[in-house]
């Protein structure tokens, strides 16, 4: 796991990804929280959208570059860009230069901002080293840890919620034999292959089910949108919930 040499900078920008905005926005405030209480001011651009990954990866680039596009210029300052979505933060680190590789202009620009971008939980734990605050006292309780397939095999940002989780007092993280398999969301892979996407939530609850574990801790939306769902559909026993939010109420100081 990557340790970076920058010390950690007074100033962040969020890009808060439009599933957070649109459907889980506690998710986003609590990200605000965490950071704010780490000594860090954050920095919301309004006019942020889409990364544009649902058009890259339905193999739509000029459709993604425009989306992308309109995002570049969002983040004028050299301050780290904090993504709570692997999935999204791949996209900006991993592909956006891709997008505008042969643009003499905005080929430069796309690299120095993709060179900037941090998936959350990768920032806490190899930028600021965060840690629960002395003398936090909350309950035990266990949990299984979702990483979405782009955030394990673009951005490596498993190995940072597994060490986030397991230095917490009174957090027991367990394994389940489907961890490392995607959940079936993929985007608009969930609706073109809905028989599939269906198939692989049914696996990846039963498994979870099977640990007796009472929730499921991710840094991606979308994934947990998908799992808390089909969980609720099956009747099984556990609930979801994004990373900044669980380790929020870990803190001990969200009501």
Request: contains cysteine; glycine residues 10%; negative net charge.
């Amino acid at each position: 796991m990557t340790r970076y040499d920058r010390p950690p900078a007074g100033d962040v920008y969020l890009f808060a990804t439009c599933v957070i905005d649109l459907f889980m926005p506690q998710a986003g405030l609590d990200v605000v929280r965490v950071l704010e209480a780490s000594g860090i001011t954050v920095h919301y651009p309004r006019g942020q959208s889409c990364c544009g990954q649902p058009a890259w990866s339905s193999g739509n680039p000029d459709e993604a570059r425009a989306v992308a596009r309109a995002q570049l210029d969002l983040f004028p300052h050299d301050w780290p860009v904090i993504v709570p979505s692997g999935s999204c933060a791949g996209m900006m680190r991993k592909h956006w230069p891709e997008l505008f590789r042969d643009d003499p202009v905005l080929g430069p620009q796309a690299d120095a901002l993709a060179a900037r971008v941090f998936e959350f939980a990768e920032y806490l734990t190899c930028v600021l080293g965060w840690a629960l605050p002395a003398g936090t006292s909350v309950g035990s309780e266990a949990v299984a840890l979702h990483t979405s397939c782009s955030a394990r095999r673009e951005m490596g940002t498993r190995a940072h919620g597994v060490a986030l989780l397991d230095a917490l007092p009174g957090v027991t993280r367990v394994d389940h034999e489907r961890e490392s398999e995607c959940c079936g969301f993929g985007g608009s892979f969930s609706i073109k292959h809905a028989d599939i996407s269906g198939a692989m939530v049914k696996d990846k609850v039963a498994a979870v089910s099977a640990t007796g574990c009472g929730r499921v801790v991710s840094a991606d939306c979308a994934c947990l949108l998908n799992i808390g769902h089909a969980a609720r559909h099956q009747g099984a026993r556990f609930d979801v919930e994004h990373l900044a939010s669980f380790l929020w109420r870990r803190m001990g100081e969200q009501a």
